[in-house]
């Protein structure tokens, strides 16, 4: 497992977990809206600014897997915001892991970040058990914060501080 700069290859492995609604449901885009063309504005988008750095994580005969990326990058406060999408076929064996382990090594080495941080839905019970087995530290609850298929959901907010790190 690896993550490299995004490819347009990897567009129908993303379009897969875009539209798959069990890996959809806690995201707040609207996957019937979803176009291939967006994908492909995003693949060709991934890398033009310094605030954003998106990755494909993929095996080692180089197939799409998923998406990590590193958000809103402060550089001034020295922190970004953590996310990680991935294809079902790559859920449950330690994939997750390892590339958080090389996103959370760019961003407090190569960027020299302080802290990354992320929100995810209340209700995401798996992903929050990923988050505080990975080290991620709860930070609190923002209540009805987000609207998720017409419902007001709660966003909980995790961090993982350089100085912290123990992983």
């Not at 993303?14 to 885009?29: A, G, K």
Request: with cysteine.
């Amino acid at each position: 497992m690896k993550i490299r700069k995004l490819e347009l290859k990897d567009k129908f492995g993303m379009l897969e977990w875009m539209i798959d609604p069990e890996i959809n449901s806690y995201f707040r885009f609207d996957p019937n809206k979803i176009s291939e063309e967006q994908i492909i504005d995003f693949i060709t988008n991934a890398d033009v600014n310094e605030k954003d750095k998106h990755f494909a994580i993929v095996d080692q005969n180089d197939e799409y897997l998923g998406t990590i990326s590193l958000k809103n990058i402060n550089y001034q406060d020295a922190n970004a915001e953590y996310a990680i999408s991935l294809r079902k076929k790559a859920m449950g064996n330690n994939i997750a892991k390892r590339a958080t382990d090389k996103i959370i090594d760019i961003a407090f080495k190569e960027l020299e970040l302080h802290k990354v941080y992320l929100n995810v839905i209340s209700s995401n019970t798996r992903a929050i058990r990923f988050y505080e087995k990975y080290g991620f530290k709860y930070e609190g609850e923002f209540a009805e914060h987000v609207i998720i298929r017409g419902k007001y959901e709660n966003l909980k907010w995790y961090s993982i501080i350089k100085s912290c790190q123990n992983n």
